[in-house]
C-alpha cells in the first residue's frame, strides 16, 4: 500500500504559494502577474531595495486614483450596474501591471532603481579599446577563441549541470546570500563571494568571504573540471587560486520589472584590486618562479551555466564595426544559457543581461561566474591562466 502523505494546513499551503524564502531568513512576496519582489525587513534594507516600497506606492497611488475617479461617477451608476468601489483595489493592482509592463515602467526603474546614463557612458568610454580589439584581434584577451566573446561550449552535459545546479539548491536557506544593494529588491541571490552590501535573514554582511571560502571543499570536484576545461579550450595550463575565494554562483529569478530593458543595465566587470593582484601574483610564481607577472588588463570571465527558466536566458554584449569610431554604431549580440555550457567575454567589454522573458518563473538563471587572468614568466611567451572568483560586478 502507498503511505497516505499528510498535506501540509490550509495556510501553510496558502503561505507557500505567496512566500519564497532564501539566505537563512529573507522573504520574497510572490504577486499574481508581477513575479516575486523582496520585502525589507528593516527601514535601512527597504532604502536600498527599493522595489517593494515603489510597488507599495504606485499601488496606493493608483488606488487613489481610481477612488476620486470612482467618486466621479453619479451614485445611480454605481449601485445598479458595477460595483466600482468593490473592484477599485483589483483595479489599481491590474493598472500597477499595466504601468510596469510599458514605457512608464522604464522610467520608473530608471528612477529609482537604474542609471541609464550609466550605460551611455560605459558604451561610450569604450569606443577605443572595443574598436582595436575588432581591427587587431590578436591584441583581445580572447584572441585564443576568436575576435570576440563565444559560448556554447561544453563543461558538463545537462545532467551534470542539473546535479551540481541541486547541490547549490539545497544549500539556499544556510549560505545564500540576498545581493541586496545589486538587485534592489528582485531576487538575486549569490553563493559565495561577489557583491557588498548583501543580506541574510535581514542583517547586513559587508564580507562572506569566510563561508565563500569553505566552497572550496564544498565544490571541489566541480572546480577541479572547471580548471581542465579552461586548459583544454585555451591550450595552455590553468591553476585555481585557492588562497582567494572560489568563483561565485549567482541565482537570479524573474519578476516583471526584469523582463525591461531599463532593468538590465551595460556594465563591465570590475578588474581585480591591487590587494587581490598580489594573490593572484603569488599563485602564479609558484608556477613559473620569481620572475611572474601577469597581464591584468587581459581578465576574462567565464561564466557557466547550471539552469535556466523555460523560456530561456542570455547575456548579451556589444561590439563595433572595424571602421566604426561612434558610440551610435555599437551592435548588439545574445549568447544564449544552456545547462552545463560555457560563455568567455572579456571582462572590459560592454556586456548585459538579456531580460527575462516572462515574470512568474520560479525556475532560476543560476551561473558559476569566475574570473580567469594569463601570467608568465619574464622573457617568455609561454603563459598560464590563474582561476579565481570575482568582486563587484
Request: glycine residues 4%.
Amino acid at each position: 500500500t502507498i503511505p497516505h502523505r499528510k498535506q501540509p494546513p490550509p495556510l501553510i499551503s496558502i503561505m507557500n504559494r505567496f512566500l519564497w524564502t532564501c539566505c537563512d531568513g529573507e522573504f520574497f512576496i510572490r504577486f499574481p502577474l508581477l513575479g516575486l519582489v523582496h520585502m525589507p525587513l528593516s527601514l535601512e534594507q527597504a532604502q536600498r531595495s527599493l522595489m517593494f516600497p515603489v510597488i507599495c506606492f504606485l499601488y496606493l497611488l493608483l488606488l487613489a486614483l481610481v477612488s476620486f475617479a470612482v467618486a466621479m461617477i453619479p451614485r445611480k451608476i454605481v449601485q445598479r450596474k458595477l460595483p466600482f468601489y468593490a473592484v477599485a483595489p483589483i483595479a489599481a493592482y491590474l493598472a500597477i501591471f499595466a504601468v510596469l509592463s510599458t514605457s512608464l515602467g522604464d522610467y520608473f526603474i530608471e528612477v529609482f532603481i537604474r542609471n541609464k546614463s550609466l550605460g551611455a557612458s560605459i558604451l561610450e568610454e569604450s569606443v577605443p579599446r572595443v574598436q582595436r580589439w575588432s581591427q587587431h584581434p590578436s591584441t583581445s584577451p580572447i584572441a585564443r577563441l576568436g575576435s570576440r566573446p563565444v559560448g556554447n561550449l561544453t563543461v558538463w552535459n545537462e545532467e551534470d549541470a542539473h546535479r551540481i545546479a541541486e547541490k547549490v539548491v539545497k544549500l539556499r536557506e544556510t549560505r545564500w546570500t540576498f545581493a541586496a544593494e545589486a538587485a534592489h529588491g528582485s531576487p538575486l541571490m549569490v553563493l559565495g563571494a561577489k557583491y557588498a552590501g548583501s543580506t541574510q535573514g535581514g542583517a547586513w554582511r559587508e564580507s562572506n568571504t569566510q563561508s565563500a571560502f569553505e566552497l572550496w571543499d564544498i565544490f571541489d570536484d566541480e572546480w577541479e573540471d572547471l580548471r581542465d576545461f579552461i586548459q583544454f579550450t585555451m591550450w595552455e595550463p590553468a591553476y585555481l587560486v585557492r588562497n582567494m575565494w572560489p568563483p561565485a554562483i549567482i541565482v537570479h529569478l524573474p519578476n516583471l520589472p526584469a523582463t525591461r530593458e531599463s532593468a538590465h543595465e551595460i556594465h563591465q566587470d570590475a578588474f581585480i584590486p591591487s590587494w587581490t593582484q598580489d594573490i593572484v601574483l603569488d599563485s602564479a610564481r609558484n608556477v613559473v618562479g620569481d620572475s611572474a607577472y601577469c597581464e591584468w588588463d587581459h581578465q576574462m570571465t567565464v561564466l557557466i551555466n547550471l539552469r535556466v527558466p523555460k523560456t530561456g536566458a542570455a547575456v548579451r554584449f556589444w561590439d563595433l564595426p572595424n571602421s566604426s569610431e561612434s558610440p551610435q554604431e555599437w551592435q548588439s549580440f545574445d549568447i544564449p544559457h544552456q545547462p552545463g555550457k560555457a560563455v568567455f567575454i572579456e571582462c572590459r567589454r560592454p556586456h548585459a543581461i538579456v531580460p527575462f522573458k516572462e515574470p512568474e518563473s520560479l525556475v532560476e538563471r543560476m551561473c558559476i561566474h569566475a574570473y580567469m587572468i594569463p601570467c608568465r614568466a619574464q622573457n617568455r611567451d609561454d603563459r598560464h591562466w590563474q582561476i579565481l572568483g570575482v568582486i563587484g560586478r
